[in-house]
Protein backbone atom coordinates (compact mmCIF):
# COMPACT_ATOMS: atom_id res chain seq x y z
CA UNK A 1 0.00 0.00 0.00
CA UNK A 2 1.05 3.61 -1.34
CA UNK A 3 1.37 6.28 1.45
CA UNK A 4 0.48 9.58 0.46
CA UNK A 5 0.13 12.84 2.65
CA UNK A 6 -0.61 16.24 1.18
CA UNK A 7 0.00 19.55 2.13
CA UNK A 8 0.40 23.29 1.71
CA UNK A 9 -3.34 24.25 1.39
CA UNK A 10 -4.82 27.15 2.88
CA UNK A 11 -7.01 30.48 2.20
CA UNK A 12 -6.07 32.37 -0.63
CA UNK A 13 -6.97 35.33 -2.35
CA UNK A 14 -8.60 35.30 -5.80
CA UNK A 15 -6.05 35.78 -8.44
CA UNK A 16 -3.61 34.34 -5.73
CA UNK A 17 -0.85 31.27 -6.05
CA UNK A 18 -0.63 28.64 -3.67
CA UNK A 19 1.93 25.09 -4.31
CA UNK A 20 0.23 21.94 -3.01
CA UNK A 21 2.88 18.75 -2.24
CA UNK A 22 1.90 15.17 -2.64
CA UNK A 23 4.79 13.38 -0.62
CA UNK A 24 5.25 9.40 -1.13
CA UNK A 25 6.53 6.57 1.16
CA UNK A 26 6.35 2.92 1.63
CA UNK A 27 7.01 3.02 -2.40
CA UNK A 28 9.39 4.58 -4.54
CA UNK A 29 7.56 7.19 -6.60
CA UNK A 30 9.82 6.23 -9.66
CA UNK A 31 7.35 3.65 -10.06
CA UNK A 32 3.86 5.86 -9.81
CA UNK A 33 1.68 7.69 -11.91
CA UNK A 34 0.05 10.44 -9.86
CA UNK A 35 -3.23 11.93 -9.83
CA UNK A 36 -4.42 15.28 -8.42
CA UNK A 37 -7.86 15.70 -7.88
CA UNK A 38 -10.34 17.59 -6.08
CA UNK A 39 -14.07 17.76 -4.62
CA UNK A 40 -16.04 20.50 -3.82
CA UNK A 41 -18.83 20.20 -1.29
CA UNK A 42 -21.66 19.11 -3.13
CA UNK A 43 -20.38 17.85 -6.12
CA UNK A 44 -18.47 14.74 -7.16
CA UNK A 45 -14.76 14.24 -6.97
CA UNK A 46 -13.01 14.95 -10.01
CA UNK A 47 -9.54 14.93 -11.93
CA UNK A 48 -7.58 17.79 -12.07
CA UNK A 49 -4.36 16.62 -13.40
CA UNK A 50 -1.90 13.98 -13.53
CA UNK A 51 2.06 12.56 -14.33
CA UNK A 52 2.54 9.77 -15.43
CA UNK A 53 5.95 7.91 -14.08
CA UNK A 54 8.12 9.01 -16.87
CA UNK A 55 6.42 12.33 -17.20
CA UNK A 56 5.69 11.49 -20.81
CA UNK A 57 2.28 12.05 -19.88
CA UNK A 58 0.53 15.43 -18.37
CA UNK A 59 -2.61 15.95 -18.34
CA UNK A 60 -4.55 19.12 -17.12
CA UNK A 61 -8.43 19.49 -16.80
CA UNK A 62 -9.66 22.39 -19.35
CA UNK A 63 -10.56 24.45 -16.54
CA UNK A 64 -6.93 24.75 -15.04
CA UNK A 65 -4.97 24.50 -18.23
CA UNK A 66 -2.51 27.48 -18.31
CA UNK A 67 -3.23 28.07 -14.51
CA UNK A 68 -1.94 24.73 -12.59
CA UNK A 69 1.17 23.00 -13.25
CA UNK A 70 2.30 20.00 -12.10
CA UNK A 71 5.50 18.19 -11.42
CA UNK A 72 7.24 15.77 -9.67
CA UNK A 73 11.26 15.51 -7.21
CA UNK A 74 11.51 11.81 -7.71
CA UNK A 75 14.71 12.27 -5.11
CA UNK A 76 12.47 14.18 -2.46
CA UNK A 77 9.59 11.58 -3.45
CA UNK A 78 7.44 14.22 -4.06
CA UNK A 79 4.54 15.28 -6.37
CA UNK A 80 3.94 19.10 -6.68
CA UNK A 81 0.98 21.24 -7.80
CA UNK A 82 1.50 24.65 -8.65
CA UNK A 83 -1.80 26.88 -8.89
CA UNK A 84 -1.49 30.22 -10.29
CA UNK A 85 -4.47 32.89 -10.90
CA UNK A 86 -6.50 30.73 -8.80
CA UNK A 87 -10.59 31.55 -8.60
CA UNK A 88 -13.62 31.04 -6.03
CA UNK A 89 -14.58 27.68 -8.21
CA UNK A 90 -10.84 26.09 -7.39
CA UNK A 91 -12.13 25.84 -3.41
CA UNK A 92 -12.18 22.15 -3.00
CA UNK A 93 -10.27 19.26 -0.72
CA UNK A 94 -7.66 18.04 -3.08
CA UNK A 95 -6.63 14.72 -3.04
CA UNK A 96 -3.46 12.76 -4.37
CA UNK A 97 -3.64 9.32 -5.34
CA UNK A 98 -1.29 7.02 -6.91
CA UNK A 99 -1.39 4.42 -9.90
CA UNK A 100 1.04 1.80 -9.98
CA UNK A 101 2.86 -1.55 -12.35
CA UNK A 102 2.18 -1.08 -16.66
CA UNK A 103 -0.17 1.30 -16.02
CA UNK A 104 1.94 3.21 -14.37
CA UNK A 105 3.20 4.92 -17.73
CA UNK A 106 -0.08 6.19 -18.41
CA UNK A 107 -2.20 9.13 -17.33
CA UNK A 108 -6.43 8.96 -16.16
CA UNK A 109 -8.77 11.09 -15.22
CA UNK A 110 -11.05 8.16 -13.79
CA UNK A 111 -11.04 8.00 -9.72
CA UNK A 112 -11.01 4.09 -10.10
CA UNK A 113 -7.84 3.87 -11.76
CA UNK A 114 -5.99 4.89 -8.77
CA UNK A 115 -5.47 2.80 -5.82
CA UNK A 116 -4.28 4.58 -3.03
CA UNK A 117 -5.18 8.25 -1.56
CA UNK A 118 -4.28 11.13 0.92
CA UNK A 119 -6.77 12.40 3.27
CA UNK A 120 -6.75 15.35 1.47
CA UNK A 121 -6.23 19.20 1.51
CA UNK A 122 -8.36 22.16 1.61
CA UNK A 123 -7.62 24.82 -0.15
CA UNK A 124 -10.10 27.66 0.41
CA UNK A 125 -9.87 30.79 -2.80
CA UNK A 126 -11.90 33.79 -0.67
CA UNK A 127 -11.89 37.64 -0.26
Known amino acids: QVELVESGGGLVQPGGSMRLSCSVS????????IGWFRQAPGKEREAVSC????????DYVDSVKGRFTISRDNAKKTVYLQMDNLKPEDTAIYYC????????????????????WGQGTQVTVSS
Open 97 to 116: ASRTGYYSDYCSASLRDFGS
Open 26 to 33: TFSLDWLA
Open 51 to 58: ISKSEGSV
